[in-house]
C-alpha cells in the first residue's frame, strides 16, 4: 500500500468538523441567539502558547463564533489572575474560557484549574469535567484526546476489542484517552506506559492501535511496531532547520518515514491529531452555548 493511502488527514476531517459546526452557529444566528464566544487567558510570553491562542482565536472566527483573548504581564499575581477567572465564571457574554498552560511558574496551577467554573470549562481540565468523563457521563471532553477518539470514528478504525497501548500519562493526553478508549462504546482494551514502564518496544508490539503521547522527537521506531497496527501521534516538537522557509520544522513523537512502512494507518505531524485538537475546542464551546 502507497504511504498516501495509510495517512490519517485530520486536516480534512477537522475542516468537515468546522462545517457542521459552522452550520450549527448560522443556525443560531438566524434563530436570533448571540454566536457562542470562547474567551483565552493568556500570562507572560511563551511563544508556543501565543501561536496556540492566535490559532484558537482564528479558528472561532472561522466557524462564525466570537473569540476574546485576555492578555496578561508575566508578572501577573496569582490573585490577579483569580480575580479575572471570577469575572470569567460569572460574565454572562462569555460561553467557555480556555486558560493557556503553561502558567509562569510563581502561579499555582492546580488552583488556578480549580477555580475554573466547571460550565464553562471548554478544556476539559477541572476535577468535575474529569471526574464526569470517568463515570462517561455528559461532560466537557479534554480536547486532544476526544479529538484522537473522533478520528479514529471518521477514518472507520474499530476500537471495540482491540488492544490499544498509550503511551504517556499525563493528564490532558495519555490519562484521559486511556479512559475513553476502555469505556463503554470504544470498547478497547487499553495498556497505559510511561517512564517506568519496562520492556516498552515488547508491549508496543502487541498493540493494534498505538497513541503515542510521549513528548519525545522521533521516539516510537518501526520495530516498535507491530505490522499493520494504527499510529496515532500526539506529538508536536519544533526542530530547527535552515534548509526550511520557517528555520525549523515539525515534528512528531514517531519516525514517521519508518513507521508509516510498516503501520497500517498512521496520523502525520503536523496536520494529524493538532487541528483536530482546535475543532473539540470549538465543538465544546458550541456545546457550552447549548447547555446554556
Ligand atoms: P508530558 O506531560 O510531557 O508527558 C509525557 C509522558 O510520557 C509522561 O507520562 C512520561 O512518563 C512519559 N514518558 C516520557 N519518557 C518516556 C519513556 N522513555 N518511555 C515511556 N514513557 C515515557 O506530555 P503531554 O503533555 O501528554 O504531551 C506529549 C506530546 O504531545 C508533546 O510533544 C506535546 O507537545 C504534544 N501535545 C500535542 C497536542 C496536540 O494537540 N497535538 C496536545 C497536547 C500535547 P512519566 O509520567 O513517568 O514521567
Not at 66 to 85: A, D, G, M, Q
Not at 115 to 121: A, H, M
Not at 223 to 245: F, L, Q, S, W, Y
Amino acid at each position: 500500500m502507497n504511504i498516501e493511502d495509510k495517512i490519517i488527514d485530520g486536516k480534512a476531517i477537522a475542516d468537515a468538523m468546522k462545517k457542521e459546526i459552522a452550520a450549527e452557529v448560522a443556525g443560531m444566528l438566524d434563530k436570533g441567539m448571540d454566536a457562542p464566544h470562547l474567551a483565552a487567558v493568556i500570562v507572560g510570553e511563551d511563544g508556543a502558547s501565543k501561536t496556540y491562542v492566535a490559532s484558537k482565536e482564528k479558528a472561532c472566527q472561522s466557524v462564525g463564533m466570537t473569540s476574546s483573548v485576555y492578555r496578561l504581564p508575566e508578572n501577573t499575581s496569582e490573585e490577579e489572575l483569580l480575580k479575572l477567572i471570577d469575572f470569567l465564571n460569572n460574565d454572562e457574554e462569555i460561553d467557555g474560557y480556555i486558560i493557556q498552560l503553561p502558567l509562569p511558574k510563581h502561579i499555582n496551577e492546580t488552583k488556578v484549574i480549580h477555580s475554573i467554573n466547571p460550565k464553562k470549562d471548554v478544556d476539559g481540565f477541572t476535577p468535575h469535567n474529569i471526574g464526569l468523563m470517568q463515570l462517561g457521563e455528559p461532560c466537557f471532553l479534554p480536547a486532544t484526546p476526544a479529538g484522537i477518539v473522533e478520528l479514529l470514528k471518521r477514518s472507520g478504525i474499530e476500537t471495540a476489542g482491540k488492544h490499544v497501548v498509550v503511551l504517556g500519562r499525563s493528564n490532558i493526553v495519555g490519562t484521559p484517552i486511556s479512559v475513553m478508549l476502555s469505556r463503554k462504546g470504544a470498547d478497547a482494551t487499553v495498556t497505559i506506559c510511561h517512564s517506568k514502564t519496562e520492556n516498552l518496544p515488547e508491549i508496543t508490539r502487541q498493540a493494534d492501535i498505538l497513541v503515542v503521547a510521549i513528548g519525545k522527537p522521533k521516539f516510537l521506531k518501526a520495530d516498535m511496531v507491530k505490522p499493520g497496527a494504527v499510529v496515532i501521534d500526539v506529538g508536536i516538537h519544533r526542530i530547527e532547520d535552515n534548509t526550511t522557509e520557517k528555520g525549523y520544522r515539525i515534528e512528531g513523537d514517531v519516525d514517521f518515514d519508518e513507521v508509516a512502512k510498516v503501520a497500517s494507518k498512521i496520523t502525520p505531524v503536523p496536520g494529524g491529531v493538532g487541528p483536530m485538537t482546535i475543532v473539540e475546542l470549538l465543538y465544546n464551546t458550541l456545546q457550552a452555548k447549548k447547555r446554556r
